[in-house]
């Protein structure tokens, strides 16, 4: 391979690495999986996912962050989920692209600050907490900023049968990336299994339970069925699958991502990923707080 051309696959490879870093895997095939669901389900959102992986990348280069770190697309994946949302959520203008940009390597820095006291100080695991914390901010900030919410299609009734159980269940997993169609779910869940398949039967595992338990509680059928309750327990089931053999903790994150998602429409905030990250954050400070009991109560 010529030299000149190394740097681009170096780049190209950490690219496809943060779309992966979106389902908690470092795999290029399952990143280009990703990048086709995006492709196939909202073209119109691909080059602000591009652009705001892009940013995130270029400003953890310039700030010097581990090259390893940048490699695994540790700093892709907030500023794609970024851009996509930014795509989303408001009409276009030429001030979104800027808005992309920054807010893309805004979270890049905030990673890079949360990563050094995780690992120096032991702090929880970021997961999507500055794409989260940004996107909070940018909602707020929209009027300000003279953003136009773009029109919301509303969604048609539908009936619910194992049929409508089996789309829903793939909508799960196509929310993680706004979208509610059959076919971009399938396409993640075939990323996840060219990445780590038992993290793919988790994956299906939380879709179906958020569903489940979703309907069990009387929340709103239309919601439940475009996937809106299922993704969060999708990725706390993926997560804590990761770091726990045992089946009760990912079981245990998937109702809690459910049970703490209504708290943030009372709170008149979009959850966006954030149950998830609660309720991960909830059973590993947990974890902590009784291995340092065990140990304190030993002679």
Known sequence: ??????????????????????????????????????????????????????????????????????????YGYNGVLLGMLISLQFAWSALLPLLIIVSAGASSLLLSAWMQRMRKRQWLPAFTFPFVALSWLLLWLAPALQLELALAIPGQAQPLDWLAGLIAMARGLSQ??????????????????????????????????????????????????????????????????????????????IVLALLLQPGFTTLDLPPLTMPFILACWLIQASQRVLRQAVVDCRP
Not at 206 to 223: D, E, N
């Open 176 to 253: 993680v990336i706004f979208l509610d169609q059959p076919l971009a779910g399938a396409c993640l869940l075939l990323g996840l299994l060219l990445a780590d398949r038992r993290a793919a039967c988790w994956a299906v595992l939380g879709s179906a339970g958020g569903l489940a338990l979703a309907l069990h509680q009387g929340l709103p059928q239309h919601s439940a069925l475009a996937g809106l309750y299922s993704y969060n327990a999708a990725l706390a089931a993926i997560a804590l699958s990761q770091v726990h053999r045992q089946a009760w903790a990912p079981l245990l994150g």
């Open 1 to 74: 391979m010529s030299p000149l051309l190394i740097p681009a696959t170096t780049s190209l490879r950490a690219l496809l690495n943060g779309f992966s870093q979106i389902l908690l895997q470092r795999h290029p095939g399952c990143g280009a999986l990703v990048l086709l669901a995006i492709a196939l389900g909202a073209s119109e959102m691909l080059g602000g996912a591009l652009l705001g992986g892009l940013s995130g990348q270029f400003v953890a280069q310039r700030r010097g962050c581990a090259h390893a770190d940048i490699d695994a697309g540790l």
